[in-house]
């Protein structure tokens, strides 16, 4: 039997180490999440980061998860992302780079999280991708883009690319940035023409896909909502359909290089897992992703008459 003095003492010592736990092990704790435009890339991502921390003790008891999915304009982000503050957020976590950008000038204290962000440096979200500098890390979903354009030149030889990417856009606008550079290189011209919503998207893909060669979607947001429609055009056109978007090669798209969503999803839900249990972000190094794929359709490949040379289908999943 324990004693009267006895059962004081562990009472006095449970007590005691309740009240030296940090304050946010204590309560349930609510971590934000901006899915931008729903875009099922971004929704793959975040329920692969919702299992991980389930798994890792962060069940519904101990974390609130608070989503939203505004447009893209920077307002409805701006807004989204002070509703998060005020919810009393102890981790923000943004998917791609309009978000992530909004998140940067908008965020004053709480720590940021994000994911699918093709160049976070160039961003200026983080000094390096080693030591980020700053309250944010997250994992970058940059892939080689001179790989994507030396496959597609293998397959089918190009002179024009057309390019459709959304101005304001920063994650979009480093990627036509870093096509046109590498098209001094290759060889080609490119037009570019700038989607400021979906229909417009589609429109413009159409113009585009009738007057090159092929046809590359930048990560724009407008694009990535219209992609099945915008490649079935293309087709039509035999304007050949690459990208570095998750899932394009799936719709029909010729040729894609592809961060894997779900593993975006899953390297971030390691660094939250280190947060929501007092780790400072700053000190967590932005994560790159290994599962990068070069994937081919082959229908696609045979419906433009095209031959894929084994030089590239060694390099490439076939679908």
Not at 1 to 6: F, N, T, V
Not at 38 to 59: E, N
Not at 80 to 91: C, K, Q, V
Request: net charge positive; with cysteine.
């Amino acid at each position: 039997m324990i004693s009267r003095k006895q059962r004081f003492f562990l009472i006095a010592g449970l007590l005691l180490s309740l009240l030296t736990l940090p304050q946010q092990v204590l309560a349930q704790q609510t971590l934000a999440a901006i899915i931008t435009s729903d875009l099922p890339r971004y929704q793959q991502a975040h329920a692969a980061m919702v299992k991980v921390l389930q798994a890792g003790g962060f069940g519904e008891d101990k974390l609130k998860i608070f989503t939203q999915a505004p447009n893209a304009d920077k307002m409805s982000l701006i807004n989204s992302l002070r509703r998060a503050e005020s919810a009393g957020a102890t981790l923000i976590v943004t998917y791609g780079s309009r978000a992530t950008a909004a998140a940067k000038g908008e965020i004053k204290s709480t720590p940021l999280l994000f994911a699918d962000v093709y160049d976070p440096v160039a961003l200026g979200v983080v000094k390096t991708l080693a030591a980020p500098g700053t309250d944010a890390s997250g994992a970058t979903s940059k892939t080689d883009l001179a790989l994507l354009i030396s496959s597609l030149t293998a397959i089918k030889p190009v002179k024009k690319v057309g390019v459709l990417y959304t101005k304001g856009e920063e994650g979009s606008e480093q990627q036509l940035a870093e096509l046109t550079s590498k098209g001094k290189e290759y060889g080609f011209a490119v037009e570019a023409e700038n989607a400021r919503n979906p229909q417009e998207a589609l429109t413009l893909a159409e113009k585009l896909a009738a007057n090159n060669d092929a046809l590359f979607l930048t990560e724009s947001i407008a694009a990535g909502l219209q992609a099945k429609a915008i490649v079935a055009a293309s087709q039509t056109k035999n304007c050949a359909v690459f990208s570095q978007i998750p899932g394009l090669v799936e719709a029909g798209a010729l040729l894609g290089l592809e961060a894997e969503s779900e593993e975006q999803g899953k390297l971030i839900a390691v660094h939250a897992l280190q947060i929501l249990q007092g780790q400072k972000v700053h000190l967590l190094p932005v994560r790159e992703g290994k599962k990068i794929t070069l994937r081919i359709n082959q229908k696609a490949a045979e419906q433009m008459g095209l031959t894929v040379p084994a030089s590239v289908t060694s390099k490439a999943t076939l679908m």
